[in-house]
């Protein structure tokens, strides 16, 4: 299969989902995680009108972002270390992973440097799995409170990663879970603005996080599959 098949296959998935779930296609933007792929493989998604690029590790973002930054909409995906904000703040468009005031304070000092604001996700461990990031969801509230100090910290939504698994139940009960505190915290008016925005589903699980309200999906290997 090529790139060009791969995308519409996709498109044809989440096409479905929307359907079975009633919703608009509009408001699903998937982004294209090019850990796996090279440069020019990132270009020719890129061409293919493909916008919106995910890369999880800070040194095999950077090459791609200096060759291709016009080209799209970057998307920092994976656990951000501290000392690494630099590298990353005033090039990214997107960080999903903001998980811990330390980090937050980083990305905060910076974007002040800059002059510019960042839009961050708030990631949330909602399946509690020992193995993943994010911020434990009896700690959320309290959490986004003391992230509104940041003022240069833009917060538009949450993200979570459903656990590896065939039980499709629980993979349902973990986006729907992020959606119910997205909701949760909304109603509480703990933001100044609705937070909108959820990132969930990968290529194993996308459509049911469609189905849950995802309104970007992140997919790797289901896109760059040979
Ligand atoms: C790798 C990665 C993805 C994409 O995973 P696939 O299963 O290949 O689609 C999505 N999100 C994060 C945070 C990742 O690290």
Redesign the pocket.
């Known amino acids: 299969m090529s790139l060009m098949e791969n995308i519409q296959q996709v498109k044809q998935k989440i096409k479905k989902a929307c359907e079975i779930s009633q919703r608009n296609e509009n408001e699903i933007k998937m982004?294209a995680?090019t850990?796996?792929v090279d440069i020019e493989q990132t270009r020719e998604i890129l061409e293919l009108g493909i916008q919106h690029i995910?890369e999880?590790r800070v040194q095999h973002a950077l090459p791609k972002y200096e060759a291709l930054s016009s080209m799209g909409v970057w998307h920092f995906?994976?656990h951000l270390q501290t000392n690494k904000v630099k590298q990353v703040i005033g090039k990214f468009d997107y960080i999903?992973?903001l998980d811990r005031l330390s980090l937050a304070e980083a990305i905060d000092k910076r974007a002040k440097q800059l002059q510019t604001k960042v839009k961050c996700f708030i990631q949330v461990n909602i399946s509690g799995e020992e193995s993943k990031g994010g911020v434990n969801p009896a700690e959320l509230i309290d959490f986004c409170k003391s992230i509104r100090q940041y003022d240069s910290i833009q917060v538009i939504g949450f993200?979570t990663?459903a656990p590896n698994i065939k039980n499709q139940d629980l993979i349902r009960s973990v986006f729907r879970g992020l959606r119910e505190w997205r909701d949760q915290i909304n109603q509480e008016k703990i933001f100044s603005e609705p937070l909108e925005e959820l990132s969930m589903g990968?290529?194993?699980d996308?459509e049911i996080a469609i189905e849950e309200g995802a309104t970007f999906i992140?997919?790797?290997?289901?896109?760059?599959k040979n």
Request: no cysteine; glycine share 14%; net charge positive.
């Open positions: 982004i995680v850990k796996y995910g999880n995906i994976g999903h992973s993200m990663m990968m290529s194993n996308f992140r997919l790797g290997t289901v896109l760059f």
